[in-house]
């Protein structure tokens, strides 16, 4: 019997508990049933209990506490440990059925997905080739205030197609908290981030040499000031590059999302259910019984 369920990733401040509050809620709202995991070690508050919570095998202040060691240290030693105990994941999902969308709350340090094995070990004991055959839909969400900024948003969009190379399992890119871009990026413009390519540098409005006359930039000469730093030929050369990596394999493209909005995640659902393809697999409902008629009366009435 297979499962069901998404992996919400992305870096700290995304929204990631946020949209597995909304995407619950409008579940509910419309009669489905889901099962929430929390494998954010340092989490606390939770607008809906989850039905597992990796605290209640580790927790990160516990690990800084006795081991000594820093937030990042220390939520790898947390992932580590739970690959050593993966009964405690297995156990409570292997009675979940196909009508669940199982949600799984991750933690926000990106490498975890970006270069470090853990999380591709976890995926694959999840998945069909690992003991819980879950069909797996990973989601990674990037803030929409990234567009803002050129480099920052092409860093980010880098980190998700890591990810995605990374775990090989169908992928759902979202810019998320699209309310807080409403009046400051016009709707054409927040259309060209969809489909990332190098043509956003041509016109990055924080490119000091696309506003500022030639004569009053900086040569260079100096690589310690602040503008040089950000703003320098090395750093401009950084971000085509990166730039120009993205748009070669063109696997990255976004959804836009506002969890205020009801029907925003309804259309994000609908994407993680096709790309996990929950709806082919659910049995199909009788309809309710037509009432019958004698129609032999109705011709005679």
Known sequence: MSKYG???MGPAGAGKTTFCSALIQHLRNNKRSCFYINLDPAAEEFAYEPDIDIKDLISLEDVM???GLGPNGGLIYCFEFLLENLDFLTEPLDPVTEEYLIIIDMPGQIELYTHIPILPSLVKHLTRTGALNIN???TYLLESTFVIDRAKFFAGTLSAMSAMIMLEVPHVNVLSKMDLVKGTVGKMELKRFIDPDTSLL???PADPSLTTP???IDDGSDPTTAGNMMGGG????LNRAVAQLIDDFSMVSFLQLDVQDEDSVGAILSYIDDAIQFHEAQEP???NDEIETN???????
């Open 285 to 287: 409902r009788e309809p």
């Open 234 to 237: 090395s750093f401009k050369r």
């Open 136 to 138: 797996l839909c990973a």
């Open 202 to 204: 041509d016109d990055d």
């Open 295 to 301: 129609w032999e009366d109705a011709d005679m009435s």
């Open 65 to 67: 506490e006795e081991m």
């Open 6 to 8: 998404v992996l919400v």
């Open 214 to 216: 030639s004569s009053a």
